[in-house]
């Protein structure tokens, strides 16, 4: 046995055998070390902390001693060991001595301290990106908070001056109140969804089951009257682990999307189909027949302030589809689109099914 160190030692740690295992792991040949006591074996620190003579007794109390560390060749080098000790004793029980088994597992420690400390600066990395990203949004807060008073404050008083003295301002006048009135509504509508962006960062979710159907009828019932044209197919009794109030918040945004996004002088078809998917899953699809969106954006628009298209063409804050992605993965769901240009575009998002997880 050569990748083995295989060796006997006496009642008081002196070696009395030796294997060629034990030659090629720690160089001493048999003639160099017979005779001499193991603890030549361990590093000065391990010998002034009695670390051999407590292997020993480990051994003899409980039959055998079983642990890892450094150990030293007859060059000086070190190498980690695996390392097991058996006591040995005769027919009446008394101590004889003691088998040693050593392996040399240097590289597996190497790997594992490389593992750890990779471990460690992704640990770090977390951190530091959490860290960051709650000062970002404890920014975004305050700054979209203070900014809501004097954008009311800026609207309200455009407001009240139209009403007042409008009719002793020209067209162009009309046209600037108009433009401050739009623009304020714009930035206000802008804060109302950074801060709904990040209370979904802070918001204790606590799945519920959510039957799905009834909540995408309320929303269609709730929503402008177009909204009503949509057609809801698919399973009637589908429900979901869900926050309720963060689900309607997604699909709303997505039902919103869909009646938007159309080209001009088309009229909206929506579609909103909600399936089991035989996975555990539950999906909902929000289809429409509208511009549809390029392969290479199709990733781009779930992130917060993206947008494809002027104001001008598609009003909008660019953070919908933020919060969609954000709210769904809160709620430990994914979320995906399937489009071409021209085409239409089927946004869907897939929760736990509550009747999978026996609720």
């Not at 400390?117 to 640990?123: D, G, P, S, V, W």
């Not at 990106?129 to 800026?154: C, Q, W």
């Not at 392969?295 to 001008?312: A, D, T, V």
Request: with cysteine.
């Amino acid at each position: 046995v050569t990748d083995y160190a295989i060796f006997l030692l006496d009642r008081t740690g002196h070696v009395t055998s030796w294997n060629s295992g034990a030659q090629r792991i720690k160089q001493y040949t048999a003639d160099e070390i017979m005779g001499k006591h193991f603890s030549n074996f361990y590093t000065p620190e391990d010998r002034e902390k009695g670390m051999p003579q407590y292997v020993l007794k480990q051994a003899e109390e409980h039959g055998h001693w079983q642990g890892e560390g450094w150990r030293v060749r007859k060059d000086g080098s070190k190498f980690w060991s695996s390392v097991v000790v058996t006591a040995l004793r005769d027919e009446e029980g008394q101590l004889t001595g003691f088998s040693k088994v050593t392996r040399d597992i240097t590289d597996r420690k190497e790997l594992l301290d490389k593992l750890h400390r990779h471990m460690a600066e992704l640990e770090r990395q977390v951190e530091e990106r959490e860290r960051t990203n709650a000062e970002l949004e404890a920014f975004s807060y305050s700054v979209s908070h203070d900014l809501r008073a004097p954008l009311r404050a800026i609207e309200g008083f455009a407001s009240a001056l139209k009403e007042d003295y409008g009719s002793q301002l020209d067209e162009t006048a009309h046209d600037y109140l108009h433009e401050i009135i739009s623009a304020s509504t714009r930035m206000n509508r802008l804060v109302r969804d950074l801060l709904e962006y990040g209370r979904l960062s802070r918001i204790e979710i606590i799945p519920q089951t959510v039957a799905v159907r009834p909540l995408v009828r309320q929303l269609l019932h709730e929503g402008p009257a177009e909204y009503k044209t949509a057609t809801l197919t698919g399973d009637k009794d589908s429900s979901v682990l869900a926050h309720e109030s963060t689900l309607a918040q997604v699909v709303m945004n997505l039902i919103s999307n869909a009646f938007k996004f159309h080209a001009i002088g088309v009229a909206p078809q929506v579609e909103i189909n909600v399936e089991n998917t035989g996975r555990g899953l539950v999906r909902i699809a929000v289809k429409d027949c509208g511009i549809g969106i390029s392969p290479e954006h199709q990733e781009k628009i779930f992130k917060i302030f993206e947008r494809l298209h002027g104001f001008n063409e598609y009003p909008g804050t660019g953070i919908g589809l933020a919060i969609v992605k954000r709210g769904i993965e809160r709620m430990g769901g994914k979320v995906g689109v399937e489009s071409q240009p021209g085409k239409g575009s089927t946004f869907w998002v897939e929760l736990p099914s509550s009747l999978e997880k026996g609720i």
